[in-house]
């Protein structure tokens, strides 16, 4: 019985109601032994190399490139020469229908991909096959869309290609974020070099096979795999003419200052500590779904991540009292069972992070919950965490975690909940938990945050604009507004 069956007097949940093991089955992924960079439509091999691993055990997948500034160069001679002999010419309704190709095969081999991300990157196959891979493909026919209508996009304004378009990613979605860049990118007839991230190359690897499939012209996608250092050999490329780049603050401030004065288009899309806010008018159930979507889908590994939770003091007890009912029927394990909701954490560098800011939070006198659950032995796993009497100047109120760790604080008025949401560096979302349609658009007016969602949390849309207000970065991706950073103007 747990502490809190018996503070309610509740009978706990009997031992054989647990779910049987339903492992999705590997057999759909071939791995290769190794893997060269994708430069020109030929894979090159590389002269240092890795290994990438699955964090759910340590198992090693396969040796991929560690890419020189050499291979960088390479890689953007081959984006260089694709965008000069026809890719930039072509009329936006053939580009169309390679990015609509793409998009159908991604389609086609979802099952492939939604494996294989949860393999290297230790997601629930429950996400990559119902969150990641249907809003990478559909990433691809909104764009495919737009690509033969940038003149009404943005009427009087002459919309040309910038050139060459130097894109680096993160690893908590590594075949969406992927998606996010290449699919604008294309459809506005700019070439790209794309470096994943160190820890989850398998994906955009894998890719490459699509855009063979595709017949896409050789060198308009090239994927170099590597940690830092490659990535900052594409941001110091001289015949690179715009930089996409999706990470944490710290990277993205450097890459600004890098980039002063050189005149190259720069889009940063950083870190979050969201506030997700529940007033006592709102659905308490319906609540604590989002909240929990919120925080642990995707092990909280999510820039817009709803990390603070704020609760209106009259319904405090009660939400924290159904928040940790609710952890206790979380299901953490496997990345590959098809019941699992918590994977594994992604690398053993972000668990030591999501520990030290942990023990911080404990050290600072927060209160720790943790319902019970057995983590497996081999790779990374951290539970499911809530913290409550946290103080606003806490580490953990402040710092973004990115791990499966919730803090909760009260407030008692909007205008409390406004002041305290805002109090942060970052600003990249919200969400905002009422009855009243008309508390929502006074809280959104409100948010200093580039998307705010009402009555829900973290959902995507192709159509939609996504971005930061101050350190979480500027520029926007998806929607109309993701079509600007790849074009240049007469103007
Ligand atoms: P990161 O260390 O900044 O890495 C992001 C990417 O940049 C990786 O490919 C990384 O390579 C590369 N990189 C590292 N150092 C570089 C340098 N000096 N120059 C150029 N590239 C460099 O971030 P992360 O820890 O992987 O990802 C988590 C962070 O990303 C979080 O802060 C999260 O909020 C943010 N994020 C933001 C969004 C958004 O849309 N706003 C989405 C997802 C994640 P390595 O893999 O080798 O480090
Ligand atoms: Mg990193």
Known sequence: MTELDRKQDRAPVPKDWTYAPAPESRDVVTLRERYGHFIGGEWIEPTETYETIAPRDEETLATVGQATAED??????????????????????????????????????????????SLNGGKPIKESRDVDLPLAAAHFFYYAGWADKLEYAFPNRQPRP?????????????????????????????????KPAE?????????????????????????????????????????VDKIAFTGSTEVGKAIQRRLAGTGKKLTLELGGKAANIVFDDSALDQAVEGIVNGIYFNQG?????????????????????????????????????????????????????IVELVEAGKAEGAEIYQPPCNLPEKGYWFAPTVFTNVAQSYRIAQEEIF???????????????????????????????TEKGSRILWMAQRMRAGVVWANTFNRFDP??????????????????????PYLSFDE
Request: glycine share 10%; net charge neutral; with cysteine.
């Open 301 to 353: 590994h999510v820039c817009c991540a709803g990390s603070r939770l704020f609760a209106q003091e009259s319904i405090y007890e009660p939400l924290v009292e159904k928040l940790k009912r609710r952890l206790e029927t979380l299901r953490v394990g496997d990345p590959l069972d098809k019941n699992t909701d918590v994977g594994a954490i992604n690398s053993k560098m972000q668990l030591d992070k």
């Open 199 to 239: 820890t989850t190359p398998l994906t955009a690897l894998l890719f490459c096979d699509v855009v063979r499939q595709a017949e896409l012209p050789p060198g308009v996608v090239n994927i170099v795999t590597g940690d830092g250092r490659t990535g900052a050999a594409i941001v110091e490329h001289p015949d």
């Open 403 to 433: 791990g499966p760790v919730l803090s909760v604080l009260t407030f008692r008025t909007p205008e409390e909940a406004v002041e305290k949401a805002n109090n942060t560096p970052y600003g990249l979302s919200a969400g905002v938990w």
């Open 72 to 117: 960088v160069d390479r890689a953007v001679a081959a984006a260089r020469g694709a965008f000069s002999n026809g890719w930039s010419d072509l009329p936006g309704s053939e580009r169309a229908k390679y990015l609509f190709r793409i998009a159908r095969i991604l389609q086609e081999r979802a099952r492939e991909f939604a494996v294989l991300e």
């Open 463 to 484: 159509t939609s604009p996504f971005g930061g207000y101050k350190e979480s970065g500027f520029g926007r991706e998806g929607g109309r507004h993701g079509l600007e």
């Open 162 to 194: 910038v050139g060459v378009a130097g894109q680096i990613i993160p690893w908590n979605f590594p075949l969406l974020m992927l998606s996010w860049k290449i699919a604008p990118a294309l459809a506005c007839g700019n070439t790209v070099v794309l």
